[in-house]
């Protein structure tokens, strides 16, 4: 019943803007976060940014003061504004979203993924 519909992405050159969207088939205020993480072949992925229970947010030192992670309760929607993109930020992003089952692990829904490319 669960998923997770990610839009936004492409190519963009080195100090460009990028805006992703992830929309889920549920209110978000289910989960207990949700961000992105992203992942190159060879490198283990990495956590982006998320936002959870509050609106707290946690953001990867290498974004920080770059990209802001933010949400729509109404449209079940999680955005991530990227700004001043560095060829370093190439990767596929994957949109994650965690919900707590019982008092086990929580179970982990995933977006699509999507490219971004940044180089001149």
């Known amino acids: 019943q669960v998923h997770l519909v990610e839009s936004g992405g492409g190519w963009v050159q080195p100090g460009g803007p990028l805006r992703f969207s992830c929309a889920a088939s549920?209110?978000?205020?289910?989960?207990?976060?949700m961000g992105w993480y992203r992942h190159t072949p060879g490198k283990q992925r990495e956590l982006v940014a998320t936002?959870?229970?509050?609106?707290?947010?946690n953001y990867a030192d290498s974004v920080k003061g770059r990209f802001t992670i933010s949400r729509d309760g109404a449209k079940n929607t999680v955005y991530l504004q990227m700004n001043s993109l560095k060829p370093e930020d190439t990767a596929v992003y994957y949109c994650?979203?965690?919900?707590?089952?019982?008092?086990?692990?929580?179970?982990?829904?995933w977006g699509q993924g999507t490219q971004v490319t940044v180089s001149s």
């Open positions: 994650n979203a965690e919900m707590r089952v019982g008092l086990g692990s929580p179970a982990n829904y």
């Open positions: 549920v209110t978000i205020f289910s989960f207990n976060a």
């Open positions: 936002i959870g229970r509050g609106a707290m947010t």
